[in-house]
């Protein structure tokens, strides 16, 4: 078996790598980076807006053959590991026949994602499904996925077997989640198998001393501060992320408000609602659907005509939610500040915010500050990880028990030697051959 880490190896974010033996190829996520070479943050809409042709002069897009371009042979298939953009935002520029394997979760998660947040769509033809358990044979690999928690629903991570050798790919993951029955049903699925390779995501390998709370523990957090506030609470998150979701419904339900989703996080609520006990927000009393100007603006041009009816008897206005403003705790994003609000948060607005603490210094949020001021609010971080602590890697390291540790996503992979003697550090491109 043959592993190329092309991207992944040195940095967090923009994962891709190939895993081939003499007869089939297969590609796991196909990222766009986060960081460009001086571990600046890329301009995630730049790089969205650029031509296959400029990301592969300026080495963005990693050269694979056949992944990219119309040479032959082409991988068998790209396995996505979750929705998000640093595994998935090159798809658009994959050869149109390659299939792409993805769980119901992540297809859904990138549907909203394109419908609502400018993320690359999952072509429905090509769209292959994997279930959590059950093995797929893609050429000579047999794929088996299981779901993992992450800071976005839908994610898997991998067990290939070919060629008598068997890798695990972790994706994203973590431990302190609300659904810990995950990584344990993980674990006992790899404790009969001998792991030749763990690829294992580290980006916290670097911060031993740091662990956050759980997301459960969060969600008391976010009740209290919903009960403490003394006017609108708007709440900040990723509606992708549905642990958070879930923390922000259950507390607001508990503090006796009601929900505002924008449309957004109505869809996804709405897409997920079947296979999950998230309330539907077109019938539900206490949920209500808030329509920011710019969806009443896009929303036929992005073929939401159905969701917009589906929704409209769940609507709530802002003039509604300004009359009575402490009945509510509501999902906002910085230019609704401008467009919806007019520039004026109601009198004592606390924002709920519960994203990586990074976006903060950004102007859009600065703004937001200013605004919250003004009006004598206040801001209060509300957050917890997406990505595995420090302890719970060594933890699920041991649990796994490869015979080979190879770091990725991660800025720091050597400190994996600080408790493991088994790590084998790769470079991006590198052939490693086993
Ligand atoms: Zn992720």
């Not at 659904?179 to 344990?184: F, T």
């Not at 976010?222 to 403490?228: F, G, L, V």
């Not at 401008?338 to 950004?362: A, E, Q």
């Not at 602590?389 to 800025?411: C, E, Q, S, W």
Request: net charge neutral; charged share 25%; with cysteine.
């Amino acid at each position: 078996m043959h592993v190329t880490i092309h991207r992944g190896t040195h940095e967090i974010g923009g994962n891709c790598i190939e895993i081939a033996t003499d007869h089939s190829r297969i590609i796991l996520d196909i990222g766009m980076p986060l960081f460009n070479k001086n571990r600046e943050p890329h301009d995630s809409g730049t790089l969205r807006r650029q031509s296959t042709e400029q990301l592969r002069q300026s080495g963005v897009l990693p050269h694979v053959p056949g992944l990219f371009d119309d040479s032959n042979p082409r991988p068998d298939a790209i396995l996505l590991s979750h929705a998000h953009e640093d595994h998935t935002g090159l798809l658009g520029h994959s050869h149109p026949d390659i299939p792409i394997y993805a769980s119901v979760g992540t297809s859904k998660m990138m549907l909203a994602g394109a419908k609502f947040a400018g993320q690359p769509a999952l072509p429905r033809e090509r769209q292959r499904e994997l279930t959590s358990g059950q093995p797929a044979q893609i050429g000579e690999f047999t794929i088996t996925p299981y779901s993992v928690d992450h800071s976005i629903y839908g994610g898997q991570a991998f067990l290939i077997e070919a060629a008598g050798k068997t890798v695990l790919y972790s994706g994203d993951l973590r431990l302190h989640g609300r659904k810990p029955g995950m990584h344990r049903a993980l674990v006992d699925a790899m404790k009969p198998r001998n792991i030749d390779i763990l690829l294992m995501e580290g980006t916290h390998i670097g911060h031993p001393n740091h662990r956050g709370p759980n997301e459960y523990d969060l969600e008391d957090q976010i009740a209290e501060s919903i009960q403490s506030a003394p006017g609108l609470v708007l709440a900040s998150f990723s509606p992708q992320h549905v642990d958070r979701l879930v923390g922000f419904l259950r507390a607001t339900k508990k503090t006796g408000r009601m929900f505002v989703a924008d449309a957004y996080t109505a869809f996804v609520m709405h897409l997920i609602a079947s296979e999950t006990r998230i309330p539907r927000p077109e019938s539900t009393e206490w949920v209500k659907v808030f329509f920011p100007k710019y969806f009443e603006e896009s929303y036929r041009r992005k073929q939401l005509e159905n969701h917009f009816v589906l929704m409209s008897p769940a609507r709530i206005g802002i003039k509604e939610i300004r009359s009575n403003p402490s009945r509510y705790v509501m999902l906002f994003r910085p230019s609704m500040l401008d467009s919806d609000f007019g520039g004026r948060l109601p009198d004592g607005s606390r924002c709920l915010y519960s994203r990586w603490s990074g976006y903060l210094d950004r102007p859009d949020w600065q703004v937001v500050k200013d605004a919250l001021a003004k009006v004598n609010g206040d801001l209060i971080e509300a957050h917890t990880s997406g990505h595995i602590f420090y302890d719970d890697i060594i933890d699920l390291v041991g649990r796994v028990n490869a015979k080979m540790v190879v770091p990725i996503h991660t800025f720091e992979p050597e400190k994996f030697k600080q408790f493991s003697s088994k790590v084998k550090l790769l470079a991006d491109r590198e052939l490693w051959t086993f």
